[in-house]
């Protein structure tokens, strides 16, 4: 009987699709059993016998021997005469089984087998696909960087599946070249067009979470939960923490030893600043950690509202606001009240650093300032033209619009 050798003809499917040979073989059986029933309208009387280890494939069609001229169905039923010509001491009422020759499908039916068998595999693949992928989302993967287009990267994971990386989920300062490894979380799995579309992200807050668990064994196990996570990727991240056993310190054992532990994870998020926050209901002491390394003055909170306003000395303004207002921002988000700043004036000697004012005044003019002594407003307002002309060499021009400028603050 001519037999099929699966390890030939189609071990080109094994090379390229992820699918084990067992899994090949079943489809293979269930493809050609579908066209058995199409040819004979059963597939009662026929077993598939499939060789897992050769790859090789046999189809037998058993039927009940009776006597000549009472065959009422061909498929069930054989005559003695054709029996015997099988097997010469066949009797009526056994059964023969009979190998069917692969030819008697025909061309066309061999033809529909194999692009049968490729859209089975394909089938199997993409739900395969989606269904290992779809139980990842929120775990982070490593993959290499295959092609590079404006909107998105296309990644490869160790057994060649495709992932994608979005523009707008790549850190700002993402830089990649083919070839590169590249580490992100699951973010979401869809189909599209019968296609599975795994979705990577490196901005996510789970992607922070999932390399902090990884970096500390005490939130991993559970000793330290992780309560709230804010970030502005490549720029800044705060981290809420807490732990439930008084002799642990939340936050030193995320940031480690002289930072070991949180070191490694700024640099897979290209230098992002991470604060790690002792979490507490008391909004006014988080508001104050939050806004770290700012001094406070005072908090006033309005819980209905869910604003706070926040007073504090003029020179710890800057550093509550943060560079690009980051800190501040995080800060709200984090704690979920609308953070407003107020510089305290509660007595006569307010003051504002010159550093507040760099989007008014050149940095470097604020640095000669400085350079004589000038590190606030009430500083340089305190000397005459004249003598700020003579002791930095600047333009009286660019003086006087200094000066109108530092008298505006105080108007």
């Known amino acids: 009987m001519d037999s099929i050798n699966l390890v030939e003809s189609f071990s080109e499917f094994k090379d390229f699709k992820n699918i084990d040979r067992e899994r090949m073989m079943r489809i293979l059986e269930d493809i050609f059993k579908s066209i058995l029933i199409k040819k004979y309208g059963s597939d009662e009387n026929f077993h598939i016998i499939i060789n897992i280890d050769k790859g090789d494939l046999e189809i037998w069609h058993t039927r009940e021997i009776v006597e000549d001229g009472e065959v009422e169905d061909s498929t069930t039923q054989i005559a003695l005469s054709d029996a015997i010509k099988i097997e ?62 404006k909107r998105e990267i296309l990644v490869l994971d160790d057994e060649g599946i495709e992932l994608i990386l979005p523009k707008s989920e790549q850190i700002p300062t993402d830089y990649y070249r083919k070839g590169d490894t590249i580490r992100a979380v699951v973010l979401k799995v869809e189909m599209k067009n019968n296609n599975p579309f795994i979705i990577l992200s490196r901005t996510s807050e789970i992607f922070l979470q999932r390399l902090i668990e990884a970096e500390v064994p005490e939130v991993y196990d559970g000793l330290i939960t992780i309560r709230r996570i804010v970030r502005e990727p490549g720029q800044r991240a705060k981290i809420a923490v807490e732990s439930y056993d008084d002799r642990i310190d939340p ?128 500083s340089v307002l305190s000397l005459s033209e004249k003598e700020l002309e003579k002791r930095t060499d600047l333009e009286i021009e660019t003086i006087q619009e200094v000066i109108r400028i530092l008298k505006a603050e105080f108007e």
């Open 88 to 149: 010469p001491d066949f009797e009526v009422g056994e059964e023969v089984s009979e190998p069917i020759s692969i030819r008697t499908f025909g061309r066309r039916e061999i033809l529909n087998i194999r692009q049968s068998l490729v859209s089975k595999i394909m089938e199997y693949e993409k739900d395969n696909i989606y269904q290992k992928y779809r139980e990842k989302v929120g775990e982070v993967v490593t993959g290499e960087v295959y092609q590079i287009w």
């Open 251 to 378: 936050v030193g054992a995320c940031v480690g030893m002289k930072g070991s532990r949180i070191h490694g994870i700024v640099r897979e998020l290209r230098n992002e600043n991470i604060d790690v926050i002792n979490y507490t209901n008391n909004p006014t002491l988080f508001i104050s950690r939050t806004l770290s390394p700012a001094k406070i003055t005072s908090i006033h909170i309005d819980e209905d509202n869910k604003r706070a306003e926040v007073f504090m000395k003029p020179d710890q303004v800057s550093l509550a606001i943060g560079k690009g207002g980051f800190n501040i921002k995080l800060a709200g988000k984090l704690t979920g009240y609308e953070i407003d700043i107020y510089r305290d004036s509660d007595n006569d000697t307010e003051d504002v650093d010159l550093m507040e004012f760099t989007d008014e005044i050149e940095p470097w003019i604020i640095k000669v300032l400085q350079e004589i002594g000038c590190d606030t407003a009430k």
